[in-house]
């Protein structure tokens, strides 16, 4: 009698379960449509009207995304975009994580460091590229230090915060239990500031994607900024279009992986904690 009314509940648990499963899968699939559907209709709409110069109609945009998405051009825009981005990002973060952290630590380094990382945070960087133009000249380097200019204070300052908000009380534990400077960094540091350091990494891409394209849109017309700059002086709104909504669907994914790993981060360092105490 037990076990039969223990597998009526689970059964109705189950029942439970997909149906909420399926009520989430339709609201997943009716919100976009909801939102899509009525400003392609007003979008083709407004660009039909009489007197429409510039705006591309809902349909042309769709084609040429289609077009530049199984094209050549796009794909050697974007490998030539890239590599500036992959450069300075990269250097961005191999330096700017070992930079945060150590800031986070040592009260004299922050002293020194923190007047120059509150300068590059509020003052606009486009104001900068051409005194970068100028130095480094029109080549591959200038546009890297452009996005590392823009990425590394937002990879820097998560980093110090991941370090700064580390309980004190955890620190004199692991000194009570005899652990040197070294041990401190390699199992409670470096672990504890873990999630910061995966947001500084998402929150610095983000801004390494803004300083490559004013870098190409202001400065060097490759990539990106050529294509863009192209399509714009033959008037060919759609491909103007077509390319600025590719980008975004580029920087979007990218950011969704970013964020996907931060949260994975955050829940392993959550288990081995509860696993720990």
Request: a positive charge; proline letters at 5%; hydrophobic letters at 60%.
């Amino acid at each position: 009698m037990a076990s039969s009314l223990a597998d009526a509940g689970e059964q109705s648990l189950l029942r439970s379960w997909r149906r909420a499963r399926r009520r989430d899968l339709l609201w997943r699939i009716f919100l976009p449509l909801a939102v899509i559907v009525p400003v392609a209709l007003i979008w083709q709409w407004a660009a039909l009207r009489p007197g429409n110069l510039l705006l591309p109609t809902f349909t042309s945009f769709v084609t040429r995304s289609v077009q530049l998405l199984f094209g050549r051009a796009f794909w050697g825009a974007l490998v030539t975009s890239e590599s500036a981005l992959l450069i300075g990002f990269g250097a961005a973060f191999i330096l700017g994580v070992p930079v945060g952290l150590a800031m986070g630590r040592a009260r004299s380094l922050e002293g020194v460091v923190d007047p120059y990382l509150n300068i590059a945070v509020v003052t606009p960087m486009a104001i900068v590229m051409p005194l970068l133009l100028i130095i480094f000249g029109f080549t591959i380097w200038s546009r890297a230090i452009v996005i590392f200019v823009f990425a590394v204070p937002f990879v820097i300052v998560p980093c110090r915060a991941g370090v700064l908000t580390v309980p004190p009380r955890l620190l004199e534990m692991a000194r009570s239990f005899g652990a040197g400077e070294l041990d401190l960094w390699r199992e409670v540091l470096v672990p504890a500031a873990i999630p910061s350091i995966m947001s500084g990494l998402r929150q610095g891409f983000a801004h390494a994607l803004t300083g490559m394209i004013v870098a190409e849109l202001d400065l060097l017309a490759v990539g990106f900024g050529k294509l863009l700059l192209e399509f714009r002086d033959n008037f060919d709104s759609a491909s103007v279009f077509a390319t600025v909504f590719l980008i975004i669907c580029q920087s979007v994914l990218v950011m969704l992986i970013l964020t996907q790993l931060e949260r994975k981060v955050g829940a392993s360092r959550v288990l081995d904690v509860a696993g720990g105490a």
